[in-house]
Structure formats: C-alpha cells, structure tokens
C-alpha cells in the first residue's frame, strides 16, 4: 500500500503505534510535510464518523496525531533555506515576496517590511523606507550590518531595522524575517480571541505565537520586546494594534508563517461568527 495510504488506514484503525514509523518512513520516500499531514486528516476525519466526538477512541487517535505531527522536523517542512541561496537571488526573492504579500493585502503600499540574510555575513537585505512596496526593485534594496550601518543603496533602510536586526542577533537559525500588517490577525486579537491552532498544518508551522502589546513602531522598546520573544523560539510575534513578525530559515518559511497566521485567523473568526468555539480540527474537545 501507498505510504500516504497507510498512514490514512492506520489511524482509521487505531494502530497508533506505527505513525511516527510511518511519518518517516514517507519523509523517506521524498513526501512533503503537508502531504503526510493531509492523510493524517483524512484519517481523523473517518475516525470522527465511527465514533462520537469525546469517546477514548478519538481521543487516543488525537493523542497520537499530536505526537506524529511534533515528529515531524520543520525543516523538511520548507526545505528551500536561505542560507544556501545565492546573494543576487535573494534580492530577486526579496522583491517577490514584497509582490506576493502586497497582492494577500498583508502589507500596505508604505506598511510592512522585509529582510534577509545575506549568506555567511553578518549582513542583510532589508527593504526601503516610503516606497510602495508593489513596485520594488532589487535596486532599491538596502544593505546594512547587524550594527545598523548602510552598506550599500541609495534608500532609507526601513524603520523597523532596529527590530529586523534585534531578531537576527537573538536567531542565529534566522535568515528571514517579514513584519506584515494581517488585517485579520488583528482583528482576532482586537476582538480578544487567541490565535491557536486550527489545522493540522497550524501546530506544524506556527507552533505557539507570542503576542505583544502596543509598543512605538521603530522603537528600541520594540525591538526589546520582539527580540525576547524570538530568543524563545517564537516564529510568530503579533504586534498588537500595529502588525505581525514572521520568522523563517528562509524567506518562504517567514512568508508561510505570515500567510497561514492570516488564513488561521479568518477560520477562528468565522468559526466564532457560526457560533463554533473550538480553535483545532482534531478535536472537537481540546482547549
């Protein structure tokens, strides 16, 4: 049988003892995270019709679902890292993420910010202050060292450098970090909902997001704050009534947390506006 098959039939028969086998065993065989993720929700998800919510059976499935999933090494999960990208690419990526999350509506034609590591140097690429961030450039990037001193460019670094940098010193496993400004995330937090795991997808990524209160954009206070909770592991950090922080070995990880943080909070929001409470998928009686 398929790999992705039989994780999927394991869990609809409760052998529990095979999934991280199993979980392996497909990363092996070249399967994405998000693939092996998939068929452990199909499996769930047949587990939920034979048998009523709560019951031990479902609960024992979620239990090890759990285990499987933390199993998982997020590397594998984006295994583009930027570390390993050559430094006139990395402008290129650069510019293209500022599009991407300009389109999402995640960042504003002035808001937001983006910055990368440039390989083996203490060194980043961090987008310009006051232009719009759809029509970028690689020439309007500016290079500036972990100290904040210009390197190269003829714009303003963004005035969030302080904060970029700060992550940076604190993250040595960092290559990418993104401040968009997710509209729904923080209307969740506004409303005074948490942001807690709503797919499967959701624990893999996101892990558990720190969450900020209102510090002065650009300031050493946030910096400060930002840069205490990325020495603790955060890849998320919501700045309330200012935006979102998203940490990444690359730019496609900063940017996957920075997306999936959105589409999260619309499914927590819209589950509340239904009159649903629960925030995961698997399982109907975890808080």
């Avoid at 919510?53 to 984006?78: C, H, Q, R």
């Avoid at 309007?140 to 010193?169: A, C, F, R, T, W």
């Avoid at 919501?238 to 999936?260: C, D, F």
Wanted: aromatic letters at 2%.
């Amino acid at each position: 049988m398929e790999v992705l098959e039989e994780i999927t039939r394991t869990i609809i028969e409760l052998r529990f003892d095979r999934i991280r086998e199993l979980c392996t065993k497909a990363l092996g065989c070249g399967h994405q995270p998000m693939d092996i993720v998939e068929a452990m929700r199909k499996g769930m998800e047949e587990v939920g019709k034979k048998y009523k919510k709560g019951n031990s059976e479902e609960k024992l499935a979620d239990t090890a679902v759990n285990d499987a999933v933390k199993g998982i090494e997020i590397e594998k999960l984006v295994p583009i890292n930027t570390s390993n990208v050559p430094a006139k690419k990395l402008k290129q990526e650069i510019v293209k993420t500022a599009k991407a999350l300009y389109e999402k509506g995640l960042i504003t034609v002035l808001g937001g910010n983006i910055s990368a590591r440039i390989p083996k140097r203490e060194e980043i690429w961090i987008t310009p202050s006051r232009l719009c961030k759809s029509e970028l450039r690689e020439g309007d990037l500016v290079k500036i060292d972990l100290n904040g001193n210009i390197l190269e460019g003829k714009q303003k670094p963004s005035v969030e450098k302080l904060m970029h940098i700060h992550i940076y010193k604190a993250r040595p496993d960092a290559h990418a970090v993104i401040h968009a400004h997710n509209p729904l995330t923080l209307a969740l937090i506004t409303a005074g909902l948490p942001l807690e795991p709503a797919t499967v997808e959701a624990e893999v990524l996101l892990g558990k997001p720190e969450v900020l209160p209102p510090l002065a954009p650009g300031s050493e206070e946030l910096a400060d704050a930002v840069e205490k909770a990325a020495s603790e592991g955060a890849k998320l950090i919501i700045l309330e009534k200012h935006g979102v922080v998203g940490i990444g070995r690359s730019l496609l990880e900063a940017r996957a947390v920075v997306e999936l943080a959105e589409d999260i909070s619309k499914i927590i929001l819209i589950s509340h506006l239904l009159g649903n409470r629960n925030k995961s998928i698997l399982s109907s009686k975890r808080r």
